[in-house]
C-alpha cells in the first residue's frame, strides 16, 4: 500500500524549520544560512545543483531514500514562494528555476486557484485549494502506486500529522540555533506526533538523523 512520507526535513537545535522574514532573496527566512549546509556537502546535493562531487556517507545515503520510490509530491504554499495572499502577476515558478528538482507532478497547497504550471525535466505544479484530503488523493493518484512525499513546511506537515495521514517522518536535526520563526512542533494537537515510534536515531558528522515511523 501505498505511504506518505517526509523526508529530509531540517531542524534547528531549538526546533525551527524556517527563520522569520521569508522573501525571494531568504528563501528559509533569516540566519537559516547554514541549517542546511549538510545537503550541499554531499553528491545528492551537488546533482541537484547540477554541480559534479559531493560527500558520499550516512547524509548522501538518507538524502537519496528520500527520492527512492516517490511519485508525487506535496507542499505549502510557503514552500513554493513567499508570495502571500493571492497570486500577484509576477509570473512566479518556484524557487528551483526551470528545471525544478522533482521531475513528477507536485501538489501546492494554497487558498487561491491557479491553472497548473508545467515546467521542465517533468514536472508539473499543481495548486490545490480544496484543503489537505483533497490534495493527498490527488497525489496518490498521480503517483501511480508510489509513494507520495510531504515536502513542507511546518504548518503542512503538522497539518497532515493532525489528521493521522503521515505513515513515515525522517527529521535531520542540524546543530545550529536560529532563535525565532516557525517551530516544526508549535500547535500539534498532542504536543508531539500521535501514534509514532523513534525507529532510526543516527549521528552523522554533520546533523543528527532521527526516523519516526506510525505504529
Not at 513554493?80 to 507536485?106: A, L, M, N
Not at 508545467?118 to 480544496?130: A, E, L, S, Y
Not at 493518484?141 to 511546518?154: H, K
Request: aromatic share 10%; hydrophobic share 40%.
Amino acid at each position: 500500500m501505498a505511504k506518505l512520507r517526509v523526508h529530509n526535513i531540517t531542524m534547528s537545535l531549538d526546533g525551527y524549520m524556517a527563520g522569520p522574514d521569508q522573501t525571494e532573496d531568504a528563501p528559509m527566512g533569516v540566519g537559516t544560512e547554514h541549517l542546511h549546509s549538510w545537503v550541499f556537502d554531499t553528491a545528492f546535493g551537488h546533482k541537484m545543483m547540477g554541480k559534479e562531487g559531493g560527500s558520499q556517507g550516512l547524509d548522501n545515503d538518507y538524502l537519496v531514500r528520500g527520492d527512492d520510490g516517490i511519485g508525487a509530491t506535496i507542499m505549502g504554499r510557503n514552500m513554493f514562494g513567499p508570495i502571500r495572499d493571492d497570486w500577484d502577476d509576477s509570473g512566479w515558478q518556484g524557487w528551483w528555476g526551470d528545471t525544478p528538482p522533482y521531475g513528477h507532478p507536485v501538489f501546492v497547497l494554497t487558498h487561491y486557484p491557479r491553472d497548473p504550471l508545467p515546467m521542465k525535466g517533468g514536472t508539473v505544479f499543481n495548486f490545490v485549494d480544496d484543503g489537505i484530503h483533497s490534495a493527498l488523493e490527488q497525489a496518490f493518484d498521480a503517483a501511480g502506486g508510489a509513494d507520495v512525499r510531504l515536502g513542507g513546511g511546518a504548518s503542512a506537515i503538522r497539518q497532515y500529522l493532525d489528521a493521522g495521514l503521515v505513515d513515515e517522518l525522517h527529521l535531520a536535526i542540524s546543530p545550529v540555533l536560529i532563535g525565532g520563526g516557525e517551530r516544526f512542533f508549535d500547535g500539534l494537537d498532542s504536543g508531539w506526533p500521535r501514534g509514532f515510534e523513534v525507529s532510526e536515531f543516527v549521528p552523522s558528522e554533520t546533523v543528527t538523523h532521527a526516523v519516526l515511523r506510525k505504529i
